[in-house]
């Protein structure tokens, strides 16, 4: 049948060429959100690699799986993207007070969530035998915000080696590298993504997990500073891209949410949403004239062991992406 599809495709059914990469478009698309740390731009790179894949369709020899082609394609075409400018800056709201010091500026500010709704149906079994992240670990906010701050061939290498299984071989074919180069960045990115991604023990799952995000949102919701940090590891990040402050540790937390406390109207609904596999949710306010509700973000929080070790505030634009409505009439519609 993919044979019957390609001749097909090459004689100019794209009816045809449509039936051979759907396939795999779920977990293209997921490659390059890896990649480029934004939907929007994994969604742009998509679709140029589909285009680039049709036009080129008579390249194609044969030699690999179409699979294995079409992230050929996909992997330059994001490597074209990072090289080609640096990021755009972002537009950002502004707090509505001024921001407490800081731990850090951010690096990641084009940084981005995956709805869980795009991962439903991707095979676990697509990663090759020496991958080396299991695939939940792999599409994680913590995972992602790292391979970022990778120069791109590191990138490029990591994932196709680490979370695809490629072997070196077939990674320095596809990125046109030789085995000796691909070795290289592969060790120098793994020493980053070690120092980065090290120390996170799996979320409980289940009763215990629902317990803590229960928890969380009670605190939250009630603007319970104290409570809300004492979910929250020591080292744990509160972050808000576009927007460049970072904070790291409880006292640090602490401020922040106390700032921001006494300048903010109490959330009045959080509706649960799936993003990297992490718990997440849409945050509504009450319009105190019309009693309705308006969405003011997406927030996605990281569970290590039985406590928070991240959340992360995404603005509005993200909503669609998570069928979230701007406004509700109720809490929870």
């Not at 992602?144 to 077939?170: I, M």
């Not at 030789?178 to 023990?201: F, G, I, P, Y």
């Not at 959340?311 to 669609?320: D, G, L, N, R, Y």
Request: glycine share 8%.
């Amino acid at each position: 049948m993919p044979d019957e599809l390609l001749g097909r495709a090459r004689a100019g059914d794209r009816e045809a060429f449509a039936a051979l990469v759907e396939p795999h478009r779920g977990e293209l698309q997921l490659h390059c959100y890896r990649m480029l740390g934004s939907l929007q731009d994994a969604e742009d790179a998509l679709q140029e690699t589909l285009l680039s894949a049709w036009i080129g369709l008579d390249g194609f020899e044969g030699r690999s799986s179409v699979r294995t082609w079409l992230y050929r394609i996909a992997t330059n075409r994001c490597l074209n993207a990072l090289r080609s400018s640096s990021r755009r800056p972002v537009p950002a709201v502004p707090l509505p007070v001024p921001a407490p010091e800081p731990s850090r500026s951010g690096e990641v500010l084009w940084l981005q969530p995956y709805p869980d709704v795009l991962l439903e149906g991707l095979p676990d079994q697509l990663p090759g035998p020496e991958s080396r992240y299991e695939s939940r670990e792999a599409i994680s906010l913590a995972f992602v915000t790292a391979v970022q701050l990778l120069p791109p061939n590191q990138r490029a290498v990591l994932l196709l080696r680490d979370v695809l299984g490629y072997r070196a071989s077939e990674t320095a074919e596809l990125l046109g590298l030789t085995e000796t180069a691909v070795n290289s960045a592969l060790a120098r990115a793994r020493v980053t993504m070690d120092a980065k991604t090290a120390d996170r023990s799996p979320a409980p799952g289940g009763a215990a997990e629902r317990a803590l995000t229960d928890r969380f949102v009670e605190a939250f919701t009630a603007q319970d500073v104290d409570a809300l940090v004492a979910l929250m590891t020591s080292d744990a990040w509160v972050r808000m891209p576009p927007l460049p402050f970072e904070y790291q540790g409880i006292e640090a937390a602490h401020r922040f949410f106390t700032a921001l406390a006494g300048h903010r109207r109490q959330i009045a609904a959080m509706v649960p949403v799936g993003a990297n596999r992490q718990p997440a949710w849409g945050e509504y306010l009450r319009d105190p004239v019309t009693g309705g509700l308006h969405l003011i973000g997406v927030l996605v929080i990281g569970i290590a062991g039985d406590r928070i070790d991240e959340i992360t505030h995404f603005e509005t634009s993200v909503a669609p992406y998570f069928g979230l409505p701007r406004t509700l009439d109720q809490p929870g519609e």
